[in-house]
């Protein structure tokens, strides 16, 4: 089955720097790999997601790259703001959840 | 968007009872629904994969006698977590997907065993 790992566990910014999150997985199927956010007691919210059939997406500040060769995905926030602080979770798997597993989260804190 | 409606949010209950949590996927049909677990502070743990009208696939190590699910129509699946103790307290939540956009999770359900 898929194995994905997620680094770094937390991360720390200053108001306005960037943040990366980095993934690897597994199992070379994959080629669906969303990001998730989840507040404290919350939730799961999907923030952007990207297909095997692409290497880059982007919605205003969040970017996901994808290298399948490496098979690692990354999550990039530009312009980070204090409500950007939560806890991110990538995921990989099938496009319909098949066999999604998830990273162990990556508690993002934005310093005003 | 797609909406899946889970409840309830927050359970207590005593030591050796049983607890049911309902996901309901509002806005489409959902043949197959997931049930997650997530203790303080960790990932989310896929518990099983509940499967319209047939038995659900349990992740390795998900005891399938404490943790029933019974996904009975195409809108509903449920997880009753049979003679609970203070080890299960944990979020649970489920999620469906609406077809091709990935899924959509529930808003959890919070169990406390007393």
């Known amino acids: 089955g898929e194995n994905v790992e997620q680094h770094p566990s937390t991360l720390s910014v200053q108001e306005g720097d960037s943040a990366v999150i980095k993934c690897t997985y597994s199992?070379?199927?994959?080629?669906?790999f969303p990001w998730y956010k989840q507040e404290l007691g919350k939730r799961p919210q999907l923030i952007i997601d990207i297909r095997s059939n692409v290497g880059e997406k982007k919605d205003q500040r969040i970017a996901v790259t994808l290298n399948k060769t490496a098979k690692h995905f990354s999550l990039h926030i530009t312009e980070t703001q204090p409500e950007d602080s939560a806890v991110y979770f990538c995921?990989?798997?099938?496009?319909?959840?098949?066999?999604?597993?998830f990273g162990a989260g990556t508690r993002l804190t934005v310093k005003p | 968007g797609a909406v899946v409606s889970q409840h309830p949010s927050r359970v207590i209950c005593k030591s050796g009872t049983s607890v049911k949590i309902e996901c309901r996927s509002l806005?489409?049909?959902?043949?197959?629904m997931f049930w997650y677990r997530q203790f303080p502070k960790q990932s989310l743990m896929l518990m099983a994969t509940?499967?319209?009208?047939?038995?659900?696939?349990?992740e390795q190590g998900v005891e399938k006698d404490k943790f029933l699910i019974n996904h009975a129509s195409l809108t509903l699946s449920t997880l009753t977590v049979t003679s609970a103790h203070p080890e299960d307290s944990s979020f649970y939540i489920c999620?469906?997907?609406?077809?091709?956009?990935?899924?959509?999770f529930g808003s959890g359900t919070r169990l406390t065993v007393v």
């Open positions: 509940s499967n319209e009208g047939s038995k659900a696939t349990y």
């Open positions: 199992d070379s199927a994959s080629n669906y």
């Open positions: 806005d489409f049909q959902a043949t197959t």
């Open positions: 999620s469906a997907s609406p077809g091709s956009y990935g899924y959509t």
């Open positions: 995921a990989a798997g099938g496009i319909n959840n098949n066999d999604m597993r």
